[in-house]
Each structure stands twice: as C-alpha cells, then as structure tokens.
Nanobody, 124 residues
Framework: QVQLVESGGGLVQAGGSLRLSCAAS????????MGWFRQAPGKEREFVAA????????NYADSVKGRFTISRDNAKNTVYLQMASLKPEDTAVYYC?????????????????WGQGTQVTVSS
C-alpha cells in the first residue's frame, strides 16, 4: 500500500510559477512510476507528466511541454512538479499517482494509487 500526499497548490497570476510536491509512504518508492494528472471542473482527468522509477525517463502532455518539469527525489520519497508560465487553462485539481511498473503510462486507469489532490488556480 502506498499513500500519497500532495502539497504546494494555490492561487497564482498568469505567467507565474508554482511547485507541487507529492510525498509517498513506503520503502519501495523507486519501484513506482510517478505521474501527475489534473482535473478541471466538468472535464475528465487528464495526464500532465510522468517520471520513471529512477528518474531517467519523463513524459509530458503537449499542453505543458516546455513549461512544466517533473522530478523526483527517491531519498525523500517525493516527486515534484515545477510549473512555470502558468495559464488560466492550467487551473485544476492536480493529483499525484503511483504506478507499480517500470513503464510510464499516460492513462489514469493504469495507476494504482492516488493522492487527494491539490487545487491550482491561475488568474488572468
């Protein structure tokens, strides 16, 4: 069992930056692909970014490529999402997720564990 706790959300103006963190419980953190997803009101949950267990591979949604950076610190059991040049359309609840597999996936159904989410609001 893995428990995930996100933090770092908030209200920011367009063009600003935020860093989200996701702390995971458990001793095998490096065995999990970690992903970030987001869900805006009235929309389906969508993939944002993911990172392999040892951090050697990453994948980004086209909408955030060049603006967001995912990273992880396995010694701290934590994954991060650095968000820059934020836009109002980035407004959503952001979720951290863990997938017990060496293969990065972009489909939410392929992730085994989820955090409770953290709200990011970007004002124009």
């Amino acid at each position: 069992q893995v428990q995930l706790v996100e933090s770092g959300g908030g209200l920011v103006q367009a063009g600003g930056s935020l860093r989200l963190s996701c702390a995971a419980s458990g001793r095998t953190f490096s065995a999990y692909v970690m992903g970030w997803f987001r869900q805006a009101p009235g929309k389906e949950r969508e993939f944002v970014a993911a990172i392999s267990g040892r951090g050697g591979s990453t994948n980004y949604a086209d909408s955030v490529k060049g603006r967001f950076t995912i990273s992880r610190d396995n010694a701290k059991n934590t994954v991060y999402l650095q968000m820059a040049s934020l836009k109002p359309e980035d407004t959503a609840v952001y979720y951290c997720a863990a997938r017990l597999s060496p293969v990065i996936a972009v489909t939410p159904q392929l992730y085994n564990y989820w955090g409770q989410g953290t709200q990011v609001t970007v004002s124009s």
